[in-house]
T-cell receptor
Framework: GDSVTQMEGPVTLSEEAFLTINCTYT??????LFWYVQYPGEGLQLLLK?????DKGSNKGFEATYRKETTSFHLEKGSVQVSDSAVYFC?????????????FGQGTILTVHP | GAVVSQHPSRVICKSGTSVKIECRSL??????MFWYRQFPKQSLMLMAT?????????EQGVEKDKFLINHASLTLSTLTVTSAHPEDSSFYIC?????????????FGPGTRLTVT
């Protein structure tokens, strides 16, 4: 079935460090891929997305490239800030559409220290 | 951007009682909303798809008689946890689908923390 496997955390970094959070997905259909972020006490917010192979999603310095050959959608940021501390979720659309129904990875807690 | 609200944000109830959680799309109409459950330090689990004007579609393993969903209007879906028990304690999150010209966008509510004592 449709699933997403995400790098286990928690991840602890110093400010300005390089961030990678790995995400792989099951290669059924032609899913859209997403990264969501959940700040403490808040709901999920869409961070970035990619709808087809080789697309690169980017936002707020974060990037992820849809890699069909490796079924991956790793999240990267060149220089993290304390304000990036949050839980990050990788997700894919279910059933090969971008209709809105999603399956999520387990989430990765990121803590950035000054 | 589009905003989705949930009410209440936190609720504590006694075992055996029922609790209603509201999900509203504040500035757009949503024909489809989704209800998720999030356990501590775990991912979101899709519970059901709420369609305006029709019955909800439940995921496998989710009891439809326990988790009643009503999507009465294009801006409101409600989740009622009936005869709640401590194991129903969780964080419940809704999302609403905004149809754009070229795709669908999902907007999430801030979640409702349910504690059953």
């Amino acid at each position: 079935g449709d699933s997403v496997t995400q790098m286990e955390g928690p991840v602890t970094l110093s400010e300005e460090a390089f961030l990678t959070i790995n995400c792989t997905y099951t290669a059924t259909g032609y899913p859209s891929l997403f990264w969501y972020v959940q700040y403490p006490g808040e709901g999920l917010q869409l961070l970035l997305k990619a709808t087809k192979a080789d697309d690169k999603g980017s936002n707020k310095g974060f990037e992820a490239t849809y890699r069909k050959e490796t079924t991956s959608f790793h999240l990267e940021k060149g220089s993290v800030q304390v304000s990036d501390s949050a839980v990050y979720f990788c997700a894919r659309s279910i059933g090969g559409t971008s209709y809105g129904k999603l399956t999520f990875g387990q989430g990765t807690i990121l803590t950035v220290h000054p | 951007g589009a905003v989705v609200s949930q009410h209440p944000s936190r609720v504590i109830c006694k075992s055996g009682t029922s609790v209603k959680i509201e999900c509203r799309s504040l500035d757009f109409q949503a024909t489809t909303m989704f209800w998720y459950r999030q356990f501590p330090k775990q991912s979101l689990m899709l519970m059901a798809t709420s369609n305006e004007g029709s019955k909800a579609t439940y995921e496998q393993g989710v009891e439809k008689d326990k988790f009643l969903i009503n999507h009465a209007s294009l801006t409101l879906s409600t989740l009622t946890v009936t005869s709640a028990h401590p194991e129903d304690s969780s964080f419940y999150i809704c999302s609403a689908t905004l149809l754009t010209r070229s795709s669908y966008e999902q907007y999430f509510g801030p979640g409702t923390r349910l504690t059953v004592t």
